[in-house]
DNA sequence: TTGAAAGCGTTACCAA
DNA sequence: TTGGTAACGCTTTCAA
């Protein structure tokens, strides 16, 4: 069952003066309600919103009349009335791909959603950050009302456009940890903790004394701060240890390529810590195929633990990012802040979880 | 919420004069643009949207003081003039949790967005099904006109919202194939072919006599037309072939059952197709812990390859579903249906590809 | 207890 | 070439 050319084939079709735009579907409104029970919009609004100036008969009659027609309040109308929207945006300001094909952003959505849904909000998702006009696509959702706030995930440390959220005092709430910016309400984990805890663990647990890390990007706080729990852990163990860096950027050819750049540059490399799973799954791959055995011949651990982790053989030994309760937190803390009921403010930290399996070496109990 | 006459409760708290509801920034509408030209707000309005009969003198002058401004059109006064919102929704009609676990998900969203940001409509995601007062949360979102449409994803073969929506004329386009909805405008792929392919290539290529198949829910199409195009493989194969079925429901917990369950009852099984990977994978764990080799002594094929294929050890053979472009597909006939302008109707299919790895056996060609 | 009217920001139509 | 005015659907205030 082929179908040929079903592309964009370069067919551009005017809008014809012909061509009706839209059949246009009846809707019901107010005015409908009102006309079916016979009395006026205000108290037909009245009566739906509980006031108590509406007789208990009369409301009694309203609710039927709008069960009946299936009325259900125009959003647009509701929200021009309000002076603001009732949804809530979910901004990642990167392209789709990239940002997607990353199982965090999943994890946070599922756990955003939750929270929206609950709370009636729609929830809108942004993704790319394609400057129309000089205004990123984001902000205009933004700046034209359309999403009364926003979550904004993932950002880059730099980030002008978080920065000039943030200023311009539109509710926002950011997930992860942004040192610059300490008036801006967020919701992160304590990545420099986790990683040094998983650090901590080679080193003591395991013995080892020559390891490398696999850093993320080093501009994104993340890549940062796992980077620098990463050496703290090394300081603190008060015991010679050398190490080796390569930067990836999150994906697992990037981990791969870091890894052969470990194993060229550090040939006894005893353990190599992988800022996250997709990474630590490349090194797996570019160890294997040199003819290593992981853990025997060397040891490897990652950071997330998004699922990626579970399927590899041997299993990742890895730190476990709450990311659906970080999208829950960010979700009801944004809209206590819509609300004007202000939340707690600054930097709140969720607490990580070491997860050890088989990739880190034999466990000592 | 009961409010009758109680003697001493009395009280019910007045909103307090004191505490401000909101800060409620300040916010650049069309009047403000049209007292900082000097002209009227009709003028502005026509000046932007290029309307010929403003001067070009005008016309700069109403660019620049927007631009000054920061003017952003507010989209709620927008939308309820215009009747429709500029925003579609993707909705998946089940529990959040279950919903984004699946990859498939993921790469269709990446896809809606992609379509749907480049063509300026918002997107938002809607998944629960959770009936607030007998409307589902989906549709209210459509009949609050706070989508114009919708893209319907994932849905059981008999749900009754979605016919409801369809028979509503409300714009919407599924995902997947559904043959009772005749009317409906859908995108999906031909998973009878897809499965018939790769059972094909474990008959034929292979040899492979003794079949089984991990199904996915019966109650979802893509479960049965995969069943149905396996089983079609094995009659058009013309040899003697004899095969057993479970049922799982996709997860890879389920995957590892339903392989527990083939080879109790079908102890020589030499190869076992799953419905989708997660459920392969699940097969492989279990054929493990039996101490059988894949595929040494049994084959196994998946279906999907969203990633998690590539992962495993063998590699999954599976077949491709292109979800990223099926998102795509859907958004622009969305769009296309919102519009007025009427795309082709009826299903579109898109071609899966098959993806030949390691778990099937060694490779003949 | 209820009705009438105003206004939210935008755009389309009709005057000027 | 422009400005006024009305209307979209909803909520709220004032008047009855």
Redesign the interface.
């Known amino acids: 069952?082929?179908?040929g050319a079903?592309k964009?084939e370069a067919v551009v079709?005017l809008?014809e003066p012909g061509?009706?735009?839209?059949?246009?579907?009846r809707?019901v409104t107010l005015r409908d309600v009102a006309a079916a029970v016979g009395i006026s919009q205000s108290a037909v609004s009245m009566a739906l919103s509980?006031n108590?100036r509406i007789s208990a008969a009369t409301r009694k009659a309203v609710l039927a009349a709008a069960?009946e027609l299936?009325y259900?309040?125009?959003?647009?109308?509701r929200?021009?009335r309000a002076?603001?929207?009732t949804?809530i945006a979910l901004v990642v300001p990167q392209t789709?791909?990239h940002?997607?094909?990353h199982?965090y952003?999943?994890?946070l959505?599922?756990g955003v959603?939750?929270t929206a849904?609950?709370q009636?909000a729609?929830?809108?998702?942004?993704?790319?950050p394609?400057e129309?006009h000089?205004?990123t696509?984001y902000e205009?959702?933004l700046?034209?009302?359309?999403a009364a706030g926003a979550i904004v995930a993932s950002a880059a440390v730099g980030d002008l456009n978080v920065a000039r959220m943030v200023d311009?005092?539109?509710p926002v709430v950011l997930i992860g940890r942004f040192p610059h910016l300490p008036t801006a309400i967020s919701v992160g984990v304590d990545d420099v903790h986790g990683a040094a805890l998983i650090t901590g663990h080679l080193i003591q647990a395991h013995g080892y004394r020559r390891l490398a890390h696999i850093s993320g990007p080093l501009d994104h706080q993340t890549g940062i701060d796992r980077y620098q729990g990463f050496r703290q852990a090394l300081g603190e163990s008060g015991i010679p240890a050398t190490h080796t860096l390569a930067t990836g950027d999150y994906s697992e050819e990037s981990g791969r390529a870091a890894m052969a750049q470990i194993l060229d540059s550090m040939a006894d490399v005893q353990a190599v810590f992988a800022a996250n799973d997709e990474m630590a799954?490349g090194a797996l791959l570019e160890a294997r195929a040199r003819g290593l055995r992981v853990p025997e011949d060397v040891a490897l651990a990652g950071y997330d633990d998004f699922g990626?982790s579970r399927?590899?053989?041997p299993g990742l030994t890895t730190v476990r990012v709450p990311a659906e309760r970080l999208g829950q937190q960010a979700a009801e803390r944004l809209l206590q802040l819509i609300d004007?009921s202000r939340p707690e403010p600054g930097h709140a930290v969720l607490p990580v979880e070491l997860v050890l399996r088989d990739s880190c070496g034999p466990h000592q109990s």
């Open positions: 069952m082929t179908r079903w964009d079709s809008p061509a009706k735009p839209k059949p246009r579907r809707v509980g108590p069960s299936g259900v309040p125009n959003s647009a109308g929200a021009l002076g603001r929207s949804s789709g791909n940002v997607f094909g199982p952003f999943m994890h959505l599922v959603t939750a849904n609950q009636d729609a929830l809108m998702v942004s993704t790319s394609d129309t000089g205004v696509a205009r959702v700046r034209s009302q359309a311009a005092s539109i799954y990626v399927l590899t053989t004007g």
